[in-house]
């Protein structure tokens, strides 16, 4: 009987073990996340913008993208310090902007709609209700609405660069 | 007693056991998968090199110029100089009947505009870089000349033959060199030809467009060297085959041509060649073939290593500092963004292609067209589901903005470059106007001096980075609510389409039927308990 | 006492058919796109082994429903069917007897046998054509001449709704017998204490 128990221990441990050893990729976790939250289209991010709502656009990206290219009125806060900058009201006043209620409307952008994905679900998580990622992020973006589109270089250091690439 | 076992045993046999075995019998029939056919390529590079070139004395010479080595090229390889001007690598055009009875023309990169840079005629000491002759300045060139052919672009095996930029094709010369574009080593050039390796042919189709994958999107530098999820064909770790190995050539002639240039469907290369049509072993996959182009699966996504161009705005080109320098800025992965001399860019990598029916059969914009869409075709590939020869294939789309004669309605050829300031080039000189009126004088067009910029688009068919098999797209990419397929929509793609009001109205009918059972159910519980409590 | 109703054979056909069908419904709504279960692929893969499977059942049916008679069974008759509708619509809430009464050979009530005869005879045979001609489509569509897989599709997902309302109402049916669990044992066993004795044991 003793030796049965010791086994059926074992094999319980074995099994923790096992289980404990189970890692996600990060495409799971992607995939997980986007039965969770809500994934709009460049088109319909682009009805908000324009529409009546207060709404608040989030570039979850590090600043060495952003400043190269993004959609004009978006907040930059880089998905690092996410959690604690959303809810800060010196990172809101930094920006000249109030705090936003968390059941205003938020629309996250990344590169091409993957971290946005993972930062909309921390922001649910911290109670914010209206939470859209924008599918296919800024680069979906940028083809559609080419021309509606800023950069600030400066704030990358170095101005104008004077290179000429002719040819074609 | 002996009744009930047997009953038993015999509910259980035909009951559970065989029905059961029965359902395994299905599983085990539909797991039953045959292997994909492999192929063993025989490539050119177990071609054995038959003479040594470094043997020969008359590429020991003193070479003076590059038409010498071509001389002597032809010296031996007589009647190759005669090949070589027949194809459309040196006439840059190729007799073509356009579809829906638009005639006979003789198309191609002299005279076709394009979504780039609007067309290599009247930018020939840029563009002509490219041709394989030497020095295509204008429309003096002599087509007729042998020695106007540059053999060493194509066979260099030494890696170290270039053309000189801006020089309409010629390589460096003593007066023009620079550290970076030197005058070539004519005998160590000579002396180690051979078959066309990946960079001759690369040097030109990777950098179409000004720069490594502009054009393409599925060729590019990282071909050179990639791995095998790039490109399962030319990967050293995959089949390490050269262009040549598919792009089978005679007398010169090399097979396969791209519907960015061309029309009619012949001389193509394709993936049955090799592969034949079911080189899957699995009778619904095969079935594809019939719709489907091989590449709609096996290419996922394109630019896999380096971003392609998708979006060319020219309208914002122009843009100067306060002292007149010109700017170009970067996206955040390092590619110019904006260039004062060409505009603003929108360039992505791993790119998800659009479909589109194509039969082989292309219509281009040409010269004399006036522009009937908006956004202006610059190319139309042409196919429908009802067409027996169309497939699905995966195309880059280039879409821009650029010039137009706004009381013509036609598309602008500009003149972009020039070697000075002052000649009226646009890159030199950034003045629109001036640009339009030279670019359509040397294409023989009208030119009303009104211009604005109207869209455009350009399809090109994606044919390069085959994914390795198990990279190929999985059914639900095109077999779901949110299908690729979107644009396609002539036909029913079973898990894509539904009859909406078939749906609701099974549905519905379904909800009642439901409903219904509940209802009987609920009363016949109730009645029944009504009865038993009167007794 | 206790009659035999179904021989090894009619309850292997039916249990078999059973667990066909739900192999073919849970798949084919899968390839419908209205779920993802096994993977696209495996569904396709499934439905098609699956649809062999019930094509060769069927076919075996056949033979054995010619072969012992049992298709008399499922000739639709009017004879006592206002009787046995008005049962369903009230007569089994106050607890009355069947007015048809099973026997081996008149296993099926008046209602059953139109149904059935139906089944058999329109639907799936209906699933089994445009099931057909979706799989092999190519072939059928040169040698019949059409042009869209689209009504195909269409046709067979109208045959998969009938099938599995029919399913449902079948199902629930089953619990009206002499006892909830009366029929469905007798599907299992082949056996059924006969609702006349029943009746008579109860009085």
């Not at chain 3, 019949?144 to 869209?148: D, K, L, V």
């Given at each position: 009987m003793k030796t049965i128990n010791k086994i059926s221990i074992l094999a319980l441990i074995i099994a923790f073990a096992c289980a404990k050893q189970e890692t996600v990729t990060p495409d799971d976790m992607v995939e997980a996340a986007k039965a969770e939250v809500n994934i709009i289209s460049v088109e319909q991010a682009n009805d908000i913008i324009n529409g009546e709502e207060i709404y608040n656009l989030i570039d979850v990206r590090g600043p060495q993208e952003h400043y190269y290219g993004y959609i004009p009125g978006s907040v930059m806060i880089p998905r690092g310090s996410l959690e604690f900058s959303i809810g800060s009201k010196d990172f809101w006043e930094h920006e000249g902007l109030y705090e936003p209620e968390k059941d205003e409307i938020f629309v996250l952008y990344c590169k091409k709609g993957k971290r946005s994905i993972l930062a909309a679900q921390t922001l649910q998580k911290l109670g914010y209700t209206k939470v859209y990622v924008i599918d296919g992020g800024w680069k979906k973006w940028e083809l559609t609405y080419p021309e509606y589109t800023e950069k600030d270089l400066k704030k990358l250091g170095g101005g104008d660069s004077h290179e000429e690439v002719g040819g074609c | 007693m002996s009744k009930k076992i047997r009953i038993f045993i015999g509910s259980l046999f035909a009951s559970v056991i065989f029905p059961t075995a029965a359902i395994f019998i299905v599983f085990w029939f539909s797991s039953q998968k045959n292997e994909p056919q492999t192929i063993d390529p025989v490539l050119r590079a177990d071609h054995i090199k038959s003479v040594d070139h470094s043997e020969f004395e008359v590429l020991q010479q003193e070479f003076e110029s590059p038409h010498e080595v071509t001389e002597a090229c032809v010296g031996c390889h007589n009647g190759r100089d005669n090949e070589i001007m027949q194809t459309a690598h040196w006439k840059w055009e190729r007799e073509a009947e356009l579809p829906n009875g638009r005639g006979v023309h003789n198309i191609g990169k002299k005279n076709l505009l394009n979504n780039f840079c609007t067309g290599a005629a009247g930018n020939n000491g840029s563009c002509m870089r490219c041709h394989i002759g030497y020095g295509w300045k204008d429309k003096s060139f002599d087509f007729g000349d042998p020695t106007n052919v540059d053999c060493l672009v194509c066979h260099d095996n030494t890696e170290t033959y270039f053309k000189r930029s801006g020089e309409a094709g010629m390589p460096a010369t003593t007066e023009n060199a620079t550290l970076a574009q030197p005058v070539p080593d004519y005998n160590y050039v000579a002396q180690n030809v051979g078959l066309p390796t990946r960079h001759n042919c690369g040097v030109c189709h990777f950098y179409?467009?000004?720069?490594?994958?502009?054009?393409?999107?599925?060729?590019?530098?990282?071909l050179l060297e990639c791995s095998k999820e790039v490109d399962v064909h030319m990967s050293p770790d995959g089949?390490?085959?050269?262009?040549?190995?598919?792009h089978k050539t005679e007398n010169h002639n090399i097979t396969g041509k791209h519907y960015g240039v061309s029309a009619m469907n012949k001389n193509r290369v394709n993936c049955e060649d090799c592969h034949g049509n079911a080189p899957h072993n699995d009778r619904i996959i095969d079935g594809h073939f019939e719709k489907v182009a091989c590449q709609t699966c096996h290419i996922p996504t394109y630019a896999k290593v380096n971003a392609t161009k998708l979006w060319w705005d020219w309208?914002?080109?122009g843009r100067l500092t306060d002292d007149g320098h010109s700017i170009a800025e970067n996206d955040a992965d390092g590619n110019h963004n904006y260039l004062s001399i060409k505009g603003n860019f929108v360039w992505d990598d791993n790119v998800e292609p659009e479909y589109q029916w194509h039969n082989g059969t292309a219509d281009h914009y040409l010269l004399e067209d006036t522009i009937s869409t908006i956004p202006v075709k610059i190319n139309e590939l042409f196919g429908s589901y009802t067409d027996t020869t169309a497939k699905i294939v995966p195309v880059k789309v280039h879409r821009g903005k650029q010039m137009y004669?706004?009381?013509?309605n036609t598309l602008i050829s500009m003149k972009l470059h020039a070697a000075e300031k002052g000649e009226g080039a646009f890159w030199k000189d950034f003045d629109w106007d001036t640009s339009a009126v030279l670019g359509m004088q040397y294409n023989n067009r009208p030119y009303s001096g009104q211009w604005d910029f109207v869209e455009t688009e350009a399809s090109w068919p994606l044919n390069h980075m085959v994914a390795p098999k198990e990279q190929a797209m999985s059914c639900t990419e095109c077999h779901s609510r949110d299908s690729r397929l979107a644009n396609i929509d002539d036909i029913y793609v079973p898990g894509r389409d539904h009859s909406r009001f078939l749906d609701n109205l099974g549905n519905i009918i379904l909800v009642l039927t439901i409903l219904g059972i509940l209802v009987h159910t609920i009363l016949r519980i109730a009645f029944y308990k009504k009865r038993h409590h009167a007794h | 006492m206790i009659n035999k109703f179904y021989t090894p054979y009619n309850r292997f056909w039916h249990w078999t058919q059973m667990l066909m069908v739900i192999l073919l419904s849970v798949t084919g709504w899968e390839i419908h796109g209205t779920y993802k279960f096994f993977g696209y692929q495996a569904a396709v893969s499934i439905h098609n082994a699956a649809a062999w499977g019930f094509i060769i059942l069927t076919i075996f049916s056949m033979f054995w429903m010619a072969l012992t008679g049992e298709?008399?069974?499922y000739l639709p008759t009017m004879n006592k069917m206002g009787a046995q509708i008005k049962f369903y619509l009230s007569g089994i809430f106050y607890g009355e007897p069947h007015p048809v009464l099973k026997s081996r050979h008149r296993k099926l009530n008046p209602l059953q046998r139109m149904v059935y005869f139906l089944i058999l005879m329109i639907t799936i045979p209906f699933q089994i054509i445009t099931g057909l001609i979706y799989m092999y489509f190519h072939l059928a569509k040169n040698a019949?001449?059409?042009?869209?897989m689209r009504d195909t599709a269409i046709l067979h997902t109208i045959g998969a709704f009938l099938l599995i309302a029919f399913l449902l109402v079948h199902v629930y049916l089953v619990t009206t017998g002499h006892t909830v669990w009366s029929n469905i044992k007798a599907m299992f066993t082949g056996y059924e204490k006969s609702e006349e004795h029943a009746e008579l044991e109860h009085q």
């Open positions: - | 179409g467009g000004g720069g490594n994958n502009v054009k393409h999107g599925d060729l590019e530098e990282a089949a390490d085959m050269v262009c040549t190995d598919c309208s914002s080109a004669d706004t009381e013509y | 298709w008399k069974q019949i001449g059409i042009e869209y």
